[in-house]
């Protein structure tokens, strides 16, 4: 990405975020990333970076252990694997192994699963693979403290053997030694020492000609005398040259197996890159989560559509003094791709623009970015900014001269793809001068099509930008009561200086103030007094607006609360309904095995007894009850006839009443609780109240009017 001047990143502080970056990453190669930070412009690249640093995120907010636990920085490691003849220590090579045994710990972590959850991560080991080789060299030689086995070779094994034996035939005749000086009195408090690699004894001074031996040194204070005694010096001798055959063996055998690590070079190479980049990610990840940066849409088109974006260093500055931040929400594209932000000064004009500005950079380095997951952003070829005061000594340029100059390079490079910042366009000199320039260079600028945010205080600016295909006006709120800035961008409507409310709020003397408003030219003056009130009736509105909104979500959730009882209120009465048919079959069901039960029974009595008529009357009366109940029908039909139900009618004592269950009427002579005692004819009947209904003789000539239909 090509940025204008150079120090347009600097004056964005991309180099903070960098300097944030670095001090997540463990590793040497991470940091090395994190400082050689690039824009890049294909948006394959950038999508693929973000998607690696959102999973990664993801993984840490899930608590998933991702196995790159190890700090490795083996460059010097790995470029001695590289010259002939080379060879590693035993702990260098135990790097080695557990940088391959951390490749294979990665490996098996991107099961079937993971590979396709987490596919921006498995991307990066896919032009790979893991070889086992390389573990089984290094333990065919080493154990697992780096010390060259026993067994490595057949030599080895010989001359540790023979060393064994020599150190212990050492240890009985030095034995032997101190305890005859002992005797003698000779030995000093320290008794023995090594010195020069070899096995001596401490001897008072005094008594150091009554030892026979080679005297190799003495104390700091001269008392002591260390001696190798004559009976161990051959021995010595021995161990030493022992000691001298086993370190040229280890050493060819550490050259043997360097040289065989040395044809996986290329392979081990790629795993310490390998586990850097994902240092990198990893520091990707926790950057996101110390800023809430998410992984926004992206658009192949030049665009912004910002949802809640925060300036990151801005939002981690506020978060430590606990302090709100508060967000940028703004769209540019193809129709409205120039916003102009007028309004107070120290009202957060250059703060929005500079949010804009490091979210853009940050994203297409491939860096999550503070803003709500529904922004879409698009990627831009070039970015372009003035910011401040550019006066230039060097070039013993005015400050007007170098905005001019800036300006010149803005209209001559600018296109399509290009995204620019320009604070406080056409200042430094005459406003009426200034303002012209500031007009046209506001026009080449949306000729060109290019995507910019300009900060201005001059009214014929706000003025064009609506009158300008492309360029839309915006405004920091501004809270006249209260005398402060809300530091909230107001896309749509151009905003008031409030440069009179601002005197008054820092307590100038009215008379001033009615002086200088004299002073004003009166179109000015009603203007910008005309976009006061206007912004002051819109932060009403939006505020009744947020009312208004918040009683709507209320009747939302009302409705849903409702929608889900509702639902729960159907599915009882079906769960009810289906309970009483699966009653009623799990009856029918009884009352035919019930039947085959007798039926079989009648069978049996009609093989055992001779009298058959008495068999068959039983069959009889268990195979037409249907004419029992026919006379039952009948006999409901003429309670019917006779009697009405009284709907909704309250039940007390005294009252006729039918039962449900056999159609019977009679009168109601006690109520117990949910039970009442009904007379039928002389006969008490203890029934339900649920299955009682009021009931009451048809009147007389309903009863003939009934007969004569007949």
Known sequence: MKYFPDSALVQLEFDKVQALLKEHCKTELGKQMAEDLRLHTHIDYVRTALQQAHEYKQLTLLQEHFPNDYVLNLKNELRMLGIQGAVLSGEQIMLLRKLAESMHSIVRFFDHDRRVQYAGLFSVITHTHYEKKIT??????LDENGEVRDNATPELAKIRMSLFRKRNELRRAFDRVLSKLSKLGYLADTEEAFLNGRRVVAVYAENKRMVKGIQHGESDTRRTTFIEPEETIELNNDVMSLEREENKEVYKILRTLTAALSQHAQLLNNYHEILGLYDFIRAKAKLALDMDGNYPMLSPHAQLHLVDAYHPLLLLYNRRNQKPTIPVNLTLDKDNHILVISGPNAGGKTVTMKTVGLIQLMLQAGLLVPVHPSSQLGIFRQLMIHIGDTQSLEFELSTYSSHLKNMKYFMEEANGKT???IDELGSGSDPNLGGAFAEVIMEEMAKKHAFGIVTTHYLNLKIMANKVRGIINGAMGFDEENLLPMYKLIVGKPGSSYTFSIAQRIGLHPSLISRAKNLVDEGHFQLDKLL????????????????????????????????????????TQQFTTLKLQNKIKEEELQYLKDMERKMKQIVIEWKRTDDKQKVLKQAEALLFRKKEKQINERFEKKVQEKFLEVVGGDLKLGDQVKIKSNGQVGKLMEIRDKRGIVKLGNIPMNVAMADLVLVKERPKEAKEAKEAAK
């Open 419 to 421: 995204l620019f910042f």
């Open 136 to 141: 089984a060299l290094i333990d065919e030689v």
């Open 532 to 571: 006061n009130k206007a912004e002051q009736d819109l932060q009403k509105i939006e505020a009744k607006e947020k009312e208004l909104q918040k009683l709507l979500k209320e009747n939302e959730k009302l409705k849903r609360e409702y929608e889900i009882l509702s639902d729960k209120e159907r599915k």
